[in-house]
């Protein structure tokens, strides 16, 4: 019977992992009791976002204003619909998810589900096709465990821990399926930015690095220094304002049921912290994309997917999801920096992103001769 129940164990995930002593200082008290170390990570992880964006200034109708100004990518008469899934859909989709044995909120995990989707295919594209035409998100799919990870440092302070999402194992198939008719939809009319290069197929570091570097040459060419401003966002992901992201997504012809879906997901998304078994009670997370879900990276990439417009005319920014690194092209013998400031005092405003504090940082790069050698000479300075 033990060994039984030691298959079982292995086979949902529910092998107890080792048992982690934690003591929190938090307002010079000592929390070791596993429920109150769970409530106070719970509160701390649902309101750094709230406390890294409280300074910034942003306006969701203004960053509307500024896409549809400047945005030449979009035609107006776009409207995107989701289309039913089959069963066939819902197989081939679940067998391209990693296979896991991590437990989700609910106890079941995708090595579980595997060994069982072949008969209930036909029950979830019945509840995800009911899904598409009503608009809804179901709530049980928007309930996350959060496992809080040690980074370093003290392990006495919240700060030095980072958030772990588990989502609900048939969120990950129905986001798979939602996320692939987003793709088509944007892809096919040309809707994401060439500036991005993060999650984004057949495009890498790489890739990015030699676009920053060609733009680079172009300055001198032009005679001209270059100026890179490389920002590193603050909590990016967890950053993200719904209300403006909503915005774009029906800028970008996402209407109907099919927007009432994503904005159903967004909404009321509840997060449960669990320190060694013990589950906090849950909180509702206001701000940001789901962290380790199979949508959040897309829908980050369409909140700053009009971040470009923060540079034109002869500069230039090359994206990598959350790092950006925006170029400028200045005179040699009378530098102006009046385009730098704008740009990184808009980032606050308009897409209700911090600089992350103490990861941003500037590059003067410059020809050690200009005209006749191609030998870099660069100087950084910190963004405080």
């Known amino acids: 019977m033990k060994t039984t129940w030691g298959v079982i164990k292995n086979e949902t995930g529910k092998i107890r992992s080792r048992v982690i002593d934690f003591k929190l200082k938090l307002d010079d ?6 429920t109150e170390v769970a409530k106070a990570f719970e509160t701390f992880f649902t309101d750094i976002p709230v ?32 289309k039913h899934v089959s069963s ?13 044995r991590t437990a989700d ?21 019945f509840i995800f096709n009911k899904c598409l035409d009503d608009g809804v998100f179901p709530d049980l799919m928007k309930d996350s465990k959060v496992i809080p990870l040690f980074k370093g440092g003290s392990a006495s302070s919240p700060n030095n821990f980072r958030p772990i999402s588990i989502l609900p194992s048939l969120s990950k198939i129905f986001e798979k399926l939602i996320l692939k008719q987003l793709l088509v939809h944007f892809y096919t009319n040309k809707l994401m930015s060439n500036k991005q290069f993060g999650f984004t197929r057949g495009r890498s570091t790489i890739d990015a690095g030699v676009e920053l570097v060609q733009h680079i040459f172009g300055a001198w060419e032009d005679s001209r220094d270059a100026i890179s401003i490389f920002c590193d966002l603050s909590k990016a992901f967890d950053c993200v304002h719904h209300e403006t992201l909503i915005g ?3 800028h970008y012809g996402v209407t109907g049921r099919a927007f009432d879906l994503l904005k159903s997901y967004l909404n009321n998304r509840v997060q449960r912290v669990d320190v060694n078994g013990k589950k906090s009670s849950g909180s509702i997370v206001h701000m940001g994309v789901p962290q380790g879900s199979i ?9 700053i997917n009009d971040l470009p417009s923060l540079v034109k005319d002869a500069h230039e ?5 959350d790092d950006t690194s925006l170029l400028f092209k200045v005179k ?13 005092s808009k980032s606050d405003v308009v897409w209700h992103l911090a600089l992350g504090k103490r990861r941003g940082y500037s590059e003067n790069f410059r020809a050690a001769e200009a005209g006749r050698s191609r030998n870099l000479q660069a100087r950084t300075s910190y963004i405080p």
């Not at 909120?105 to 594209?125: E, K, Q, R």
């Not at 040699?332 to 990184?344: C, E, G, L």
Request: net charge negative.
């Open 29 to 34: 008290k000592t929390l070791n009791e596993d």
């Open 248 to 250: 774009k997504l029906r």
């Open 88 to 100: 066939e859909e819902v197989i081939k989709t679940f067998k391209s998810l990693d296979m896991k």
């Open 295 to 303: 949508l959040g990276p897309f829908l980050f990439l369409v909140y």
């Open 317 to 321: 920014i090359v994206l990598f999801a």
């Open 105 to 125: 909120i609910h106890g079941l995990s995708i090595i579980i589900v595997n060994s069982i989707i072949d008969y209930i295919a036909p029950h979830l594209a």
């Open 51 to 82: 406390f890294t964006t409280s300074s910034l200034n942003s306006s969701p109708a203004l960053a509307e204003s500024l896409l549809r100004n400047n945005s030449s990518i979009c035609d107006i008469n776009l409207e995107f619909k989701f």
């Open 332 to 344: 040699r013998q009378q530098p102006t920096y009046d385009d730098v400031n704008n740009a990184i």
